[in-house]
Nanobody, 119 residues
Framework: QVQLMESGGGLVQTGGSLRLSCAAS????????MGWYRQPPGKQRELVAN???????NYADSVKGRFTISRDNTKNTVYLQMNSLKPEDTAVYYCYALTYGRSYSVDYWGQGTQVTVSS
């Protein structure tokens, strides 16, 4: 089991920056994938970025070059640095963790943090 707690959301103007944090209740060293999804108003949840234990990172095309995901295993925390924010980045951002093995796959989600970008 792992509990995830996001923080760092808020209201920012177009072009501004925010850094989201996701603190896990236990070590994230062995968690296969950690990342961020977002759900804009009236739309489905979508992948923003993720990071694997192997060091691979993946980004949605819409955020490439603007967002950076990082994980600090010493602090059991994953970050999402968001720069050059646009109104279309407005959404509830969710942290998630995925652990899997040969015969199992389990995902965990945070409660979400609101990011609002004003034009």
């Amino acid at each position: 089991q792992v509990q995830l707690m996001e923080s760092g959301g808020g209201l920012v103007q177009t072009g501004g920056s925010l850094r989201l944090s996701c603190a896990a209740s236990r070590s994230i060293f062995s968690i296969n994938v950690m990342g961020w999804y977002r759900q804009p108003p009236g739309k489905q949840r979508e992948l923003v970025a993720n990071s694997t234990t192997g060091g691979t990172t993946n980004y949605a095309d819409s955020v490439k070059g603007r967002f950076t995901i990082s994980r600090d295993n010493t602090k059991n925390t994953v970050y999402l640095q968001m720069n050059s924010l646009k109104p279309e980045d407005t959404a509830v951002y969710y942290c998630y963790a995925l652990t899997y093995g040969r015969s199992y796959s389990v995902d965990y989600w945070g409660q979400g943090t609101q990011v609002t970008v004003s034009s």
